[in-house]
């Protein structure tokens, strides 16, 4: 054991790289008799595979300390499991140094780790690198081949790029028996093209791909090698412009789609999908039977009919939802009623995050989301930004006899819990909880929150979501339409919720 003092020496560096500090320790301290694992002060020896697996457990800069000073910590830093590296994890100041200097430090404490690290035995690997963009593509080559070793389960690669050129991901890994064990793969900042040399990703449950250049055609090369599939996540993966689900993933239960400026249409073979998330522009949208898919989340940010479009699509699309969020930023057309039906529907949440809505839309016209929901147990209504509407009831002559109109016949008498943020004034939001108040004869919670949502407040640090002068005027003008309007006609088992501005609501 003589020539322990050159390795020593070796990961005294990698410790300086990791932790950015000096090491006390040198090879002289480590006596060649030395006993691995040995409690100072006491005649107990600790197997050394029960030492590997506590050195497993430290975060990685514990881990690289510990390996300065005791040769077993030494020996199982070399198949550490756990390699988390960023430039947080390494202790590099972000804010000390000029770019090319934090880059320049990052690479170099990342080429300790990998070079003194033997490749075995990691099962996870996450490598992020902002605030870092200019890492030669030879760098991440070597990196990534150390680290996607056979057993390895966990494997993330985060880059920061600026420009049009990404790092072109080694697909040719992931063709041998390093990929076969990967059960969560997180790709972002880079691009992916040769899919045709991906083997079978028999054991890969998670799939999350941001910013990552890869075509539908390419997507599908990748997915079709990857049956075990539970949960596929793309976020800003504008190559895409059909994305196609294959119907060999049997068990993929979460589909999540946000963001794909391209993205023309989804089709979706995947029989057992439970959980699907959408956020863009309208697109075609097509789910196969879709028998088991209980929760849709749909946010529709370029579109001035997303709940028009989810009256009349989704209760063909997905016939035994149970829960559904929609979210659109500024919807112009009243929603129709329609002739399908959300058989099962439980919960639903609409949210519309427009300062200024259209004097042409009406709220009443929500009503046919409930008519369409036989089973509706909750709704929720929230108007996320302040909303100020020049349709107040209170300025309406003919204000009290307007409410006298029904919006439906339709009873709605699994409704229990209704809350609606953004409460205001206007005539048809008045009309659409009045008839609320009739038709859910199970109603026992109503809430009419003239904030912008105080469920929703910064409760960490005691403030709400801000108001201005001018909403602030309108939610007075909401109070005074819930004292004239609806709270005498609140039946006796209903619970009447009224949330109005205080002291935390104000800009300042």
Sequence with gaps: MADMGKPQQMEVRNHDAITGEGSSCSAAEIKPDSHCGEIVGSQVQLPEDILHRIHALMPMRDAAQAACVSLAFLRSWRCYPNLIISVDSLCINEYGSRYDELTTDFITRVEHIMQNHSGMGVKEFRLQSYPCSTIDPSYLDHWIQVAMTPGIKEFELSLFEIGDIKYSFPCSLLSTERGSSIQSLMLSGCSIHSTAQVGCMSSLTNLNLYEVDISGEELLCFLSN???????????????????????????????????????????????????????????????????????????????????????????????????????????????????????????????????????????????????????????????????????????????????????????????????????????????????????????????????????????????????????????????????????????????????????????
């Design 226 to 508: 990857s049956c075990a599939l539970e949960k596929i996540s793309l976020s800003n993966c504008n190559n895409i412009i059909c994305l196609e689900i294959p119907s060999q993933l049997q068990k993929l239960n979460i589909l999540s789609v946000l963001d794909c400026q391209m993205l023309e249409m989804i089709d979706s073979n995947a029989p057992n999908l439970s959980t699907f998330s959408c956020t863009g522009h309208q697109i075609h949208i097509s789910l196969g039977h879709a028998l088991q898919v209980k929760e849709i989340r749909f946010d529709c940010h370029y579109s001035s009919n997303a709940l028009y479009y989810a009256i009349t699509n989704l209760p063909f699309i997905v016939p035994n939802l149970q829960t559904l969020f929609l979210s659109t930023i500024d919807e112009t057309i009243n929603t129709p009623m329609t002739l399908g039906k959300f058989l099962q529907l439980k919960f639903l949440e609409i949210t519309l995050s427009a300062s200024n809505f259209s004097p042409d839309f009406d709220f009443s016209s929500l009503v046919s989301f409930l008519d369409a929901s036989p089973a509706l147990e909750t709704f929720i209504l929230r108007i996320s930004m302040p909303t100020i509407r020049h349709d107040s009831i209170l300025e309406d002559p003919d204000g009290d006899s307007s409410l006298l109109q029904c919006l439906s016949d339709c009873y709605h008498d699994n409704l229990k819990n209704v809350m609606i943020t953004g409460f205001c004034s206007a005539k048809s939001m008045v009309q659409l909880t009045i008839h609320i108040m009739q038709k859910a004869r199970s109603l026992d919670c109503l809430t009419l929150d003239t904030t912008r949502g105080h469920d929703r407040r910064f409760a960490n640090i005691d403030r709400c979501w801000p108001l201005t002068e001018e909403a602030l005027v309108e939610a007075g003008k909401a109070r005074v339409a819930i004292e004239r309007y609806i709270e005498a006609g609140v039946p006796p088992s209903v619970n009447l919720k009224i949330i109005e501005p205080c002291s935390k609501c104000t800009y300042r």
